[in-house]
């Protein structure tokens, strides 16, 4: 099938003007793509409009080239008020080769009018083969309406460029600009900032790309598409979740990043490595994933403020040393980005299937505090909150972000920093007359701690059970007290938690209760449901161990309560599937364990974030009639 | 500012162990502050203190008031020992207040070099004694019987180990008449740093009395290797003397005998004027010393037929001092 035939004489543009639109840009691994859509989504913040960006990212490190499995890039929703999540299709693509448009057309992830900008130098390939996949990906994607526009990229960066591999990223670039409005110079700072470690020729010959593909797009593509801006009034910052993390980490006065590299946590470490030591910390990467928690935890059993980041396998690995942390009680905060699993799983995916092996995964009675922060905005405050609760209970705190958050990228508020954030973890006085390791307050179960560094503060730090003088103790009283003790800081932490508020009315037909980075797209499903007129509410929990107050009260307000999360769970329906063998999502699980509530549950692991039309869909299947108001 | 400016050159090259005495005090002093503070905060100031404490992800989460209350931000403390803190504080306070001064001393007419010495450590060595009562009361062990008199001056004698490795270093204008340089050894301990603005006429080589193996001696005229006192890990006395005086450094961590470890770069004739209360023959006491603690402690007898016998390493400056020697007793070379 021949390429079709780009616009000969361009009408005046046809100008959409929208609330939102989304973009793609879809490369082999190693094309740009993704530098691309960031530097797009950069600016669209900067301009005033609400962005959210997804990377979308090859499982394999180094897939061949094109093959749909091997797609590469940037999917970058952008509109006139914050964007929450991802949404629900794309409406304008640019695509490198027609594989990697095929992908994105399988997995459902295009409007049925998308305009389709595609490389067609395939079209015009030596190599039947490559023309004949090119026929066949045009002939499956005839079979719905999208607008295909050959562009000839590889030919117009040959006129600037010797290899286009190393430039078509910024001829699209050229492209989204003139098609979407943006502030050329507003791009030039991004492109400057992007490639501040290399030489003023490759900033002007990627510049020069730009406004090639810009005048291109001025010449040839017939449409323009205008969101509304409204720049903030407000200092606003714009980062992915991973660098709010290392942010985060440097505001709330840590110091001691000790990782071992694993996707898809790594780019917290290497944005660390890059600007901690100018705050007075460090990045450790050590030999493991074992001796990386290890390091940590001697860190904050010598006065330190430590951290850790990891994802699902790095956490298994980390198990025995988190139960040390927890039976030693000192306190240690562990970020755990979230990879599709079991086991290696898929590493560059999003899933949320760690929740239950992260509160209950560790071997023996250990209690400890599990936070999930819901938006990137989160990713940056929750640290804070995380060091001063580990530091407050002697305890391990668990934080759960997952890849979505991790590598999407939004505009927020900046922070106003505080230096109470920075304040050391402890009071370094001596420590008082016949203080103990362990002076267990019986009621709460806390106790003052303490370091070796302070005089009178040497104690044996043992995993063994111990009394209260950290002395090794095998007596069944002893084991019992000293394990209420550890437990009962959970039931006192919980006694200083608000009960979570509803999105939408407190009582209704169904609830719908999440968990981390769901938040925009479920709030968006239930906010579309209510415009039908449905009676369903929504609520985020942050606090999953334990779990926030007053949950059984609000599920009573409900005639159902259905969780919306990215794990596995069993559809009612399934093949042998009853009420009793049912595997549910693991919120829910923890819910009907915490409420004795019938929560029912909806899980998909898609690999990708959950779409708010998916969980629309849920959710009226969830109501009577299917939900037809 | 200081009018010598070699005072301030000093100072500038001290400036690191300056800022680490600044940081205990203040570091101290911010603690006792925030100690205090929090004894005397309403619930409502304990309950906006632990929000912020928490920061904005725990605005909508956790009942700051309730935290507050279960996680005091200070221990309870007697009202005696409350008293101690603020007068702790005060001297904190004080001894901050004074800047640069602090690290600044001058020997007055009928004053001596070691009492004035001793009269501005124990000045800023006050603050050991109050950064002690503020911790001790921080830690709930203070007792009034046992601790109230560590407020009291406290001169270098009494400070203990630890005082002395924190020991402020201290910048001293002095006439030359008047540096008596033995008093100066009362104070080389722990990591003090002394450095000695000499003034007018002053005997050649003063500070050789107090080379010992761990002491970082200087004596410079341009201030030169300066920030090598302010660097050692150990006492170190240095002088900024006047043109024509011996110039040497003494570097502890250069060798294991003296002769290594101490480098002279100008040795001056013996002298031959009394200054002030020391005589000629004092000073060329001084001057001969220096010259024997430098000594290489062998030579390389001449070749054959050469007209000199070069001492070891012939460029070196030990090897220009044994020159000089052979010059003084008159047994120059073997012609």
Known sequence: MPAPSATAAPAPPKVLRVPEHTVEIVSDSGEGAQKCGQIFGAVSAKMGNGVWTVELIPAEIQPPPRVPEGASGNRIRVGEHPVTNWGDRTHLVIAFNEQVLLARHRVDALADDAI????????????????????????????????????????????????????????????????????????????????????????????????????????????????????????????????????????????????????????????????????????????????????????????????????????????????????????????????????????????????????????????????????????????????????????????????????????????????????????????????????????????????????????????????????????????????????????????????????????????????????????????????????????????????????????KKFKKVMTVEINYSDDMGDPYVTEENRRRGQLSILLRNATLVDVDCWGRVPGEPLRPMSILEAIRGRLPRGGAA | MPSDPRVAAALAALAKPIAEFRASVHGALQQADSFVAAHSATATARAAGAAVGLGKFADMHIDAGKFAALFPASQPAAPDAMAALERAIKVLRAVTAQGDALFVAKVTAGKKLGATIDAALADAGAAFGAIVIAELVRGGRYNAADHARLLDPSEFRAWNRAERRFAPPLVVEVDGADLYAGALLDFVDGREKIVLVVRGAAPPAPLVRCVTPGTYVLQTVDGADLEKVAGFEGPAIAALVPQGAATFAHNPSAGNETWQRLSVTFLPPLPTKAVGGFSAWQMGEDVKMLADLARTPFAVPGAPGAKSAPAIGANDAVDRLASWLLDASGVSGTN
């Not at chain 1, 994607?141 to 295909?148: A, D, M, T």
């Not at chain 1, 929740?355 to 905005?377: R, Y």
């Open chain 1, 116 to 555: 389709l900008l595609v490389e067609d130098k395939w079209a015009r390939s030596d190599d039947p083969d490559i023309v004949a996949a090119w026929n066949a990906a045009m002939k499956e994607l005839s079979g719905k309406h999208y607008r295909i526009v050959p562009v000839a990229m590889e030919d117009e960066c040959l006129t600037i460029v010797d290899n286009p591999k190393k430039g078509k990223n910024m001829f699209a670039l050229g492209l989204l600009a003139r098609i979407y409005g943006r502030d050329m110079e507003l791009i030039k700072q991004q492109i400057a900032h992007a490639f501040r470690k290399k030489s003023e020729e490759v900033y002007a010959q990627n510049v020069a790309l730009l406004e090639l593909g810009f005048h291109w797009a001025e010449d040839n593509i017939d449409i323009r598409v205008e969101i509304p801006t409204h720049p903030s009034t407000k200092p606003q910052v714009v980062m992915n979740g991973n660098e709010a993390i290392g942010m985060g980490c440097i505001a709330s006065g840590m110091e001691l990043c000790a990782m071992y590299p694993i996707t898809p946590a790594t780019s917290v470490s290497h944005y660390l490595s890059e600007v901690f030591e100018k705050f007075g910390g460090m990045v450790h990467q050590a030999e493991d994933e074992i001796a990386a928690v290890g390091v940590a935890i001697g860190a904050s059993y010598a006065g330190k403020v430590a951290f850790t980041v990891t994802s699902g396998p790095g956490m298994a690995l980390k198990t025995e040393f988190l139960g040390y942390a927890i039976m030693t009680e000192t306190p240690l905060v562990l970020v755990n980005v979230q990879r599709g699993g079991p086991s290696t799983g898929l590493p560059t995916k999003v899933e949320q299937s760690d929740l239950l092996a992260s509160i209950f995964g560790q071997t023996g009675d250990a209690p400890h505090i599990v936070m999930a922060p819901a938006t990137i905005e989160e990713c940056f405050h929750i640290m804070i909150t995380a060091r001063r609760l580990a530091e407050t209970f002697r305890t391990l705190v668990m934080v759960l972000t997952d890849a979505n958050l991790a590598t999407g990228v939004t505009p927020y508020d900046k922070p106003t920093l505080d230096e109470k954030w920075q304040a050391a973890p402890l009071d370094l006085a001596p420590v008082r007359e016949g203080q103990k390791a362990y002076d267990w307050n019986k009621e709460t179960g806390l106790s003052e701690r303490i370091i070796p560094g302070r005089p009178g503060g040497m104690f044996t730090l043992t995993g063994l059970s111990h009394d209260d003088r950290s002395k090794v103790a095998y007596s069944s009283d002893i084991h019992q007290h000293s394990s209420a003790m550890r437990s009962r800081k959970l039931a006192v932490l919980q006694s200083l938690l608000t009960p979570p508020t509803v999105y939408g009315d407190e009582k209704g037909d169904l609830l719908v209760v999440g968990w981390g980075s769901t938040k925009g797209a479920i709030e968006e499903a239930v906010d579309r449901a209510r415009k039908d007129g449905l009676k369903v509410s929504a609520l985020q929990l942050r606090f999953l161990s334990p779990l926030e107050p007053g949950l059984k009260e609000i599920f």
